[in-house]
């Protein structure tokens, strides 16, 4: 089934900058229409509890998710950040110091599972 951007997500997100993850867990958990689950891992050496590998995120819609990442990259701290966004059938990756905001529902789209 394609995404389209009316069908129902169902992504995995995952970035290397793990603070940046959990600020975006906390901006899409403050949206009703996703249900945020972060998948956790053991705390590695050195570290006081399990940290955050990934966000699996349900519900929404490209159109709904596309304002909410334009809106968290546009922060000041995450003109660094690269996610790496996954559903069943294609991955794409925006890199916030190489995209333009604008162009977010372009980028999502590639998710679309026909092309």
Same mark, same amino acid.
């Given at each position: 089934m394609a995404l389209g951007v009316g069908?129902? /997500?169902?992504?995995?997100?995952?970035?290397e !900058? /793990?603070?940046a993850l959990e600020s975006?867990? !906390?901006w899409l958990r403050g949206d009703s229409d996703f249900r945020v689950t972060a998948r956790r891992h053991p705390p590695h050496p050195g570290e006081m509890g399990a940290g955050t590998d990934a966000l699996v995120v349900v519900g929404g819609t490209l159109t709904g998710l596309a304002p909410l990442l334009k809106a968290w990259l546009q922060r000041p701290r995450h003109s660094k950040v690269k996610l790496t966004l996954t559903t069943e059938a294609k991955t794409t990756v925006i890199d916030a110091d190489r995209v333009r905001v604008d162009d977010l529902l372009?980028?999502?789209a590639q998710l679309d599972s026909d092309g």
């Open positions: 069908v129902v /997500l169902d992504l995995v997100i995952k970035s !900058d /793990l603070e975006l867990e !906390d372009t980028i999502l």
